[in-house]
């Protein structure tokens, strides 16, 4: 078992519709939780990190993590073109190491 | 000016060579990280510095080697390069970790990445 998964896709939705995306994660340590969007050739860029159970909302991005399921999920409502990209789910794991999954490639259709 | 800095952005070499790699930093982070990235394969950890001598080794670090020459600084070198290093990489700061109210915030940023190709 991968210690975070994601599934690579690719997703695609609709301009204007959410798009979910999702992130499993095997260390029942892990306590901290980030979301990085990576456009093709470029570096990651940190666009939500959520520390503790819940929902986190950020402007259109909303974090949410269930520790007891592990599993993490990033929901980006009224989707935009803008936002095709791959995201990437890195979890800071109960050794302190950060661990990035293979990432999930989203497209928006126009 | 962009935070995290590497040079080259670019780079086509043959099997065999030595290479270096460099990153810079203004963050004025403690942590610094090189990663390679694959298709498919995601980020993996090559090495890792918490200061200029602290270094440790990443989940894939054999034929790699690095040299934290200053806070801002930390440079990774292909000894031999070998075609299956091709690959895009990055490096990445951060800062102490901070814990409060039961959690460690540990964020990392990346700078613009060198893809290197080995023939």
């Known amino acids: 078992q991968k210690e975070v998964e994601q599934n690579s896709g690719p997703l695609s939705v609709p301009e204007g519709a959410i798009a979910s995306l999702n992130c499993t994660y095997s260390?029942?340590?892990?306590?901290?939780f980030f979301w990085y969007r990576q456009y093709s050739g470029k570096s990651p860029e940190l666009i939500m990190s959520?520390?503790?159970?819940g929902d986190k909302e950020d402007g259109r991005f909303t974090a949410q993590l269930n520790k007891a399921s592990q599993y993490v999920s990033l929901l980006i409502r009224d989707s935009q073109p803008s936002d095709s990209a791959t995201y990437l789910c890195?979890?800071?794991?109960?050794?302190?190491?950060?661990?990035f999954g293979a990432g999930t490639r989203l497209f928006v259709k126009a | 000016d962009a935070d995290v800095t590497q040079t080259p952005r670019n780079r086509i070499t043959k099997t065999g060579k030595r290479i270096m790699l460099e990153c810079s930093q203004t963050?004025?982070?403690?942590?610094m990280y090189w990663y390679r990235q694959d298709p498919g394969l995601g980020l993996r950890l090559i090495y890792y510095?918490?200061?200029?001598?602290?270094?440790n080794k990443g989940e894939i670090s054999d034929g790699y080697s690095v040299s934290r020459q200053a806070q801002a600084k930390f440079s990774l070198s292909l000894e031999s390069a070998i075609p299956n290093q091709t690959a895009l990489y990055f490096c990445?700061?951060?800062?102490?970790?901070?814990?409060?109210?039961?959690?460690?915030?540990?964020?990392?940023?990346f700078g613009p990445g060198t893809r290197l190709t080995v023939l």
């Open positions: 510095s918490f200061d200029v001598k602290d270094i």
């Open positions: 260390d029942r340590g892990s306590q901290s």
């Open positions: 959520i520390y503790s159970n």
């Open positions: 990445a700061t951060s800062d102490l970790p901070m814990t409060s109210g039961g959690a460690t915030y540990n964020e990392q940023f």
């Open positions: 963050k004025g982070h403690d942590r």
């Open positions: 890195a979890v800071r794991t109960g050794g302190f190491k950060t661990i």
